[in-house]
């Protein structure tokens, strides 16, 4: 999994414009044809790669698709990191029968009133694209054991 951070995004995690604390993030699924861009800074720029609709995932902005991360935060004084880590999230019942769609990574992001004003937190890439068609779409998204979904050096 391929994981950076949107930079706007990144600047209000660390300058407290976002409360990591108390925000609540959800993750938006990617089709495979959207191409990360550090600039992007709200929901808006994604949301025309986001998943069609399908019977698991229902998508767009307060859609049900997206669904709430657990997301978590430490430090790991051995490697010298603030690592960040999310949980992984299942869909179920995701393939009507009709999906073409795959799946190339998903959006960590924190909404507001539309996706005009929700931001762009961090990207999480797949090692390979998913196919949509199946009943249970899974993210395995790497623990704080494991390092971490996303961190910072010091």
């Known amino acids: 999994m391929t994981t950076r951070f949107f930079g706007p995004g990144l600047k209000k995690l660390v300058s407290a414009a976002i409360n990591a604390g108390t925000a609540t993030f959800k993750l938006v699924l990617l089709d495979d044809a ?3 861009d550090p600039d992007h800074e709200f929901v808006s720029s994604v949301a025309s ?6 019977s698991g995932y229902a998508g767009g902005f307060a859609g049900a698709g997206r669904k709430t991360a657990t997301v978590t935060f430490d430090y790991d004084a051995t ?3 603030v690592r960040m880590a999310v949980a992984d999230l299942s869909w179920t019942s995701f393939d009507d029968g009709t999906s073409t769609d795959t799946c190339g990574g998903a959006a960590l992001i924190v909404e507001n009133t539309n996706d005009s004003d929700s931001h762009l937190i961090a990207f999480l890439g797949l090692a ?8 249970v779409f899974s993210l395995d998204i790497p623990t704080l054991a494991e390092g971490g979904t996303l961190y910072l050096a010091v």
Not at 49 to 54: H, I, K, R
Not at 128 to 135: G, H, I
Request: proline share 0%; with cysteine.
């Open 128 to 135: 390979a694209n998913k196919a949509c068609n199946v009943d």
């Open 49 to 54: 790669n986001e998943l069609a609709d399908t």
């Open 79 to 81: 490697n010298n990191r």
């Open 34 to 36: 959207y191409t990360f």
